[in-house]
């Protein structure tokens, strides 16, 4: 296997300065997989985040710039209960959100970031149809857990993606421009809409988080509709709706995340793997974790084995993406002693 690509999506860490998001994950030797990765990596920032990265890294220049719903729209083509053909209006990412009202804040955690089943999905795109359907607006299900979301008559405007802002203040990410104000009506009518769905006193009684929005973000951007070419070798795993729409336009599919990434590993032919992991889903499995916990079984099950892996000679290179950064590693990296080790996430701070 040539390459192995591990990004986590929802690690952002502008609050890391204060503790928050560094506590259990900063104890040295907690996740020993990242701490190594960025002790012996080669660094870079990347100013335009991890997908248009990926992108150019596929050899897909012609998506530069792309507003992300673009990209999860080739995906929702083929996916049932699509918008016809012709459809128009502006297109957003829906992310299911579950968030804390507090006295003088609106909190989304890391657990606050729902992925929606199939059937629930389409549960809550048939109801939307409903209510409104008459203004234009379509909600599709996208396999990610989220929704392709189309307004019309609501201009792109730049809004902050979900994974950006978890353990922080959504209200502050609420778009405040006047061109902003039709899609902040929207947003306000949607949480009532929701507040009254049989879908959440469902979720509620089995003990699961009520969706309370659905938060738009990925329509800034080039509206593009690229081409789709044959360009198999890589794989794709992971849930996230820019990485399902380019693997689509890669005329492949992006699989479900294993369970360790040995299992990626015993699949010899291929080129190599992307994988996108997310540390608020893996707090689903144990409502006691804490961030630092479920980063520490990320490294476990993905990133320690990748790296030892790449010391058994079976890659060639392992590329760890975190909070804008992207570090490298090939076969003779670890001999670099000479750098200092710095314990947890504070490489990627």
């Known amino acids: 296997m040539r390459e192995i690509v ?31 990765a960025g002790r012996f990596g080669e660094r870079a920032t990347l100013e335009h985040g991890w997908r248009e990265w990926l992108a150019h890294a596929l050899g897909r220049a012609d998506l530069a710039g792309a507003a992300p719903a673009c990209i999860a729209a080739a995906a929702a083509e ?3 209960g699509a918008p016809p053909a012709g459809a128009t209006g502006t297109l957003w990412i829906a992310t ?53 979301l189309r307004t019309a008559g609501i201009a792109a405007v730049a809004t902050t993606e979900p994974a950006r802002c978890a353990g922080n203040d959504l209200a502050e990410a609420l778009p405040r421009e006047p061109a902003a104000a039709p899609l902040r009506r929207l947003l306000a009518e949607i949480e009532m809409w929701l507040h009254g769905q049989a879908l959440n006193e469902a979720r509620s009684r089995r003990g699961e988080p009520p ?8 329509a800034e951007g080039r509206a593009v509709q690229p081409e789709r070419r044959e360009a198999r070798g890589l794989r794709a795993f992971g849930a996230d709706p820019y990485l399902s729409g380019l693997w ?22 291929a080129c190599g793997a992307v994988l996108v ?15 630092g916990e479920s980063l520490a079984r990320l490294d476990a099950r993905f990133v320690s084995p990748a790296l030892a892996a790449l010391r058994r000679g079976q890659v060639s290179s392992v590329t760890l993406i975190a909070n804008d950064t992207r570090v490298t590693l090939r076969r003779r990296s670890h001999l670099r002693l000479w750098r200092r080790p710095r314990a947890g996430l504070r490489s990627f701070a």
Do not use: K, M, N
């Open 211 to 218: 969706v309370t929005t659905l938060w738009p973000w990925g």
């Open 78 to 80: 083929v996916a049932p």
């Open 248 to 269: 689509h336009l890669q005329a492949d599919v992006c699989r479900a995340l294993p369970g360790r990434l040995e299992e990626v590993l015993a699949d010899g032919p």
């Open 96 to 148: 299911p959100l579950r968030l804390i009202a507090g006295a003088a804040r609106l909190e989304l955690d890391h657990r606050g970031v729902l992925r929606l089943p199939q059937a629930e999905l389409a549960t809550l795109a048939a109801a939307f149809q409903d209510t409104f359907g008459v203004c234009g607006h379509t909600l599709t299900p996208l396999s990610s857990g989220d929704f392709l």
């Open 277 to 291: 992991v997310e540390a608020g889903q893996e707090l689903h499995s144990d409502r006691h974790d804490t961030l």
């Open 6 to 36: 591990i990004v986590i999506a929802d690690l952002y860490l502008p609050y890391g300065e204060h503790g928050t998001a560094l506590t259990g994950a900063a104890v040295p030797g907690a996740v020993p997989g990242i701490e190594s």
